[in-house]
């Protein structure tokens, strides 16, 4: 005897599977032609905006071409039209990177002494140094 599931359930079944979902899904996808770049709004209220020609299959694509993006099951942008995709996770797991690269370069910077450095210490202790943090009464 087969199972009958109700309407009512599998939309219950939905509801629970879009709060248990960990990852955000894009709505919406565009080129920007004015700043050469793709922008991604997410069903979170994220806009994530990229340069184009980050793109793998994008360096040679006019305009018109660009502006037919289109998003797939909220993971994919694609370009009917030049036959190429570009799987969302994956373009944002390079933007994560960079970011960490970037942050450790500034941390490198940060932590590099010169006399410079020294003599504005010196001078800004002079001032009395740091504000001390206020306590909540």
């Not at 709505?27 to 069903?43: G, I, K, N, P, Q």
């Not at 960079?98 to 001078?123: D, F, M, N, Q, Y």
């Amino acid at each position: 005897m087969p199972v009958l599931t109700t309407d009512a359930e599998i939309r219950a079944s939905g509801e629970r599977s879009k709060l248990e979902r960990k990852t955000a899904q894009a709505v919406s996808a565009e080129y920007l032609a004015d700043r050469d770049m793709v922008a991604v709004l997410f069903d979170n209220g994220i806009e994530i905006r990229f340069p184009r020609m980050g793109l793998r299959g994008l360096e040679q694509a006019t305009p018109a071409e660009l502006a037919g993006v289109k998003i797939d099951v909220g993971t994919w942008l694609l370009w009917p039209a030049l036959d190429v995709d570009q799987y969302i996770p994956q373009l944002m797991d390079g933007f994560v990177e960079s970011c960490r690269v970037l942050s450790e370069i500034g941390r490198a910077g940060g932590s590099k002494t010169s006399p410079a450095k020294a003599a504005a210490g010196r001078a800004n202790g002079k001032k009395g140094g740091r504000p001390r943090k206020r306590t909540a009464a």
